[in-house]
């Protein structure tokens, strides 16, 4: 079978179907698992009945709980090395040995997952309300320790709708998976299975690498996760918007709010409703977010150039769409193969290579990106105030230099984001 059947959707965990932002209240527990394997596996097996499945049918009312583990958890929990040694290298390297590929701050620096901090398992819990939210998290907190585990404290998720904290709708723009997602949205283009789900043929036909345990495929139904930890200056940024735009609009107050915005909005590709400046490039349009019209466009049909929406722009880079280069069709399908699905707070699930580590390596933080020159992703590209951002107009293009670092990253991890029957496995020990 080529995508997941109805027993495949009973064995995917929830966080692959949807990043539940109906549930807008998360919280994550990162924990080193203690020595002894048995009491860790005692953990899982109690936890693992929890795990929220991509069905409908099962899932609890009062809130989703996820499970993430990495290898050196894989390890704790007894599973042998040599199965181990068939994940992704990346995931065994783990985050912090990856971080120049990354583009990352120093990884001394990180307040998650740096030297020392072995980040073995990850429970991510959302819900609908902060009081349950706390009540979900001090029991898992308590599950864990009482497994002999080592727990970071609360990662808590500030529950921002549909907003990310610089003030843009986010979670607009997700891959449509195959058998796992109903039907595709408006202008989603559906991208084959097993680049985000373990177990079915990716985008080159192949099945991607898979650790298997005896006979047991622990990989299948799973998918790789990152979690990124990401602090962002929200005041850094609108001030260094709006000196510019104070500047430009030479004395007009009215103007000078305009072009704060408008300036933001090209740095994302979006305005803060989330409609898309390729389809709204001069001021917001409300009904240009709704589902059924906000990934209806293509840079190349719409704005070759980027007069619309910069090719520097954040979602532009992210996601080229279809002007990576070539044809439409040439470009859509090699964005198919690095697509990643995108939960809040950072977290990613994805091939690694090919999803998050290509995405951040190659279109981000490149300052070559598609022709332009010393000019990473304004947001991500870590620039540290050496960059500048172009804004393609006409009859002259505007530069804006000195963009300063507004996203700094503070750690992560990569983890491994096992289906419930892996999970079972896993918690039976060797
Ligand atoms: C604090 C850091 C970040 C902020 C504030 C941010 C903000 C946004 C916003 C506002 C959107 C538009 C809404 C949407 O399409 O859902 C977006 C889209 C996107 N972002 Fe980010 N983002 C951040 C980090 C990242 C990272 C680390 C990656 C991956 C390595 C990433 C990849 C993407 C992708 C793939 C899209 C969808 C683009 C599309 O399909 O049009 N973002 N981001």
Not at 209 to 232: C, E, H
Request: aromatic share 6%; proline share 8%.
């Amino acid at each position: 079978m080529t995508v997941p059947g109805p027993d495949d959707l009973e064995d995917i965990q929830g966080l692959i179907y949807s990043a539940w932002l109906d549930h807008p209240h998360a919280g994550f527990l990162f924990a080193r698992l203690g020595d002894d394997p048995a009491a860790a596996r005692g953990w899982l097996d109690t936890v693992r009945r929890l795990v929220t499945p991509a069905v409908r049918h099962r899932r609890r009312l009062h809130g989703r709980l996820q499970v993430a583990l990495s290898p050196t958890g894989l390890a704790a929990l007894g599973v042998p090395g040599d199965v181990i040694a068939m994940m992704a290298p990346e995931a065994t390297a783990g985050m912090a040995a990856r971080r120049r590929v990354l583009a990352d701050t120093p990884a001394d620096a990180w307040e998650l997952g740096g030297p020392g901090d072995r980040l073995d398992a990850l429970v991510m819990v959302y819900t609908r309300d902060a009081e349950t939210l706390a009540g979900e998290l001090a029991a898992q907190r308590h599950a864990l320790v009482a497994a002999g585990a080592q727990v970071h404290a609360d990662e808590l998720g500030s529950p921002i709708g549909q907003r990310e904290h610089f003030g843009f709708a986010d979670g607009l723009s997700q891959p449509f998976i195959a058998g796992v997602h109903p039907r595709p949205r408006p202008g989603e283009d559906p991208i084959p299975v097993g680049e985000i789900v373990l177990g079915y043929p990716n985008a080159y036909g192949r099945l991607p690498m898979t650790p298997i345990w005896g006979d047991f495929d622990l990989g299948r139904n799973g998918s790789y996760l990152v979690f990124r930890k990401l602090a962002q200056d929200v005041a850094g940024l609108w001030r260094w918007v709006a000196d510019h735009a104070r500047r430009l609009a030479a004395g007009d107050p009215a103007m000078a709010d305009y072009l704060t915005e408008l300036l933001a909005a090209k740095l994302i590709g979006r305005w803060p409703s989330g409609a898309p400046l390729t389809l709204a490039p001069d001021r917001d349009d409300r009904s240009l977010a709704a589902p059924e019209r906000r990934n209806c466009f293509g840079y190349l049909e719409h704005d070759r150039d980027g007069l619309r929406c910069p090719i520097s722009a954040h979602i532009r880079r992210a996601n080229p769409r279809d002007a990576r280069g070539g044809s439409a069709d040439d470009s859509q399908t090699v964005v198919g193969r690095h697509a990643v699905l995108l939960a809040r707070l950072g977290a990613a699930l994805t091939a690694l290579r090919a999803g998050f580590e290509f995405i951040q390596q190659t279109w981000l933080a490149n300052p070559g990106f598609l022709g332009l020159h010393c000019e990473p992703d304004p947001l991500l590209g870590g620039a540290a105030g050496q960059g500048h951002f172009t804004i393609p107009a006409d009859p002259i293009r505007l530069r804006l230099t000195g963009v300063p670092t507004v996203v700094t990253n503070r750690g992560g991890g990569y983890f491994f984001l096992p289906s419930l029957s892996a999970l079972a496995r896993i918690a039976a020990g060797p």
